[in-house]
C-alpha cells in the first residue's frame, strides 16, 4: 500500500511539472478556457477522476500574468483533490458576471480543514493558492462539508 501510495505521488508531481512547463505557451496562445480544458483532458482517464468544467469565459482574454495565476489556482486545486481527497468527480465553474470572474471548485472527496496553520504542515498548496489571489486582488473561500471540498474564488474586473 505504501508503495502505491509512493506511486500515485511520484505521478501526481509528475502530472504538476508538466502542466506547469507546458501550458503557458497554450494559456498564451489560445487563453484560460482552453488551457483549463486541454488540462482536464489529460488529467482525467490516468486519474480516474471525472471533471464536470462550465465556463462562459469563450475568447475572453486577462493580461498573461493573471491567465497564468488563474491556471496554476486551477492546477493546485486539481493536484490537492488527486493528492488528498480521494474523489471520483470535480467540478469547476469559471463565470464572468458583471464586473467580477467568480472560479468555483468543488469535488466528492472527504474534505478537508481549511483553518489557518492547517496546511502549513501537509505542504505549500494552500498557500500558494492564497498568495497568487492576493496578487490577483480577489477573494477566496474554502469549505468543507459533508466530504466534498468547496472553494470559491472571486477577482473583481
Not at 41 to 55: H, M, T, V, W, Y
Not at 96 to 108: A, G, V
Not at 132 to 147: A, K, M, P, Q, V
Request: aromatic fraction near 8%; hydrophobic fraction near 35%.
Amino acid at each position: 500500500m505504501a508503495k502505491c501510495d509512493q506511486l500515485l505521488s511520484d505521478g501526481i508531481d509528475k502530472i504538476r511539472t508538466v502542466a506547469n512547463n507546458i501550458m503557458p505557451n497554450l494559456i498564451e496562445s489560445y487563453g484560460l478556457e482552453t488551457s483549463i480544458k486541454a488540462f482536464i483532458q489529460k488529467i482525467e482517464g490516468p486519474a480516474n477522476l471525472s471533471f464536470r468544467f462550465d465556463s462562459n469565459l469563450g475568447l475572453y482574454r486577462f493580461d498573461k500574468e493573471s491567465e497564468l495565476h488563474l491556471y496554476r489556482i486551477v492546477a493546485e486545486l486539481v493536484n490537492n483533490t488527486l493528492k488528498h481527497s480521494q474523489a471520483t468527480e470535480v467540478l469547476l465553474r469559471i463565470l464572468l458576471k458583471e464586473q467580477e470572474l467568480i472560479i468555483e471548485y468543488s469535488d466528492n472527496g472527504k474534505g478537508y480543514s481549511f483553518a489557518e496553520g492547517d496546511y502549513i504542515s501537509d505542504g505549500s498548496g494552500i498557500q500558494n493558492i492564497r498568495n497568487r489571489i492576493n496578487l490577483l486582488h480577489g477573494t477566496i473561500e474554502f469549505n468543507s462539508e459533508g466530504g466534498r471540498t468547496l472553494v470559491r474564488i472571486n477577482k473583481p474586473l
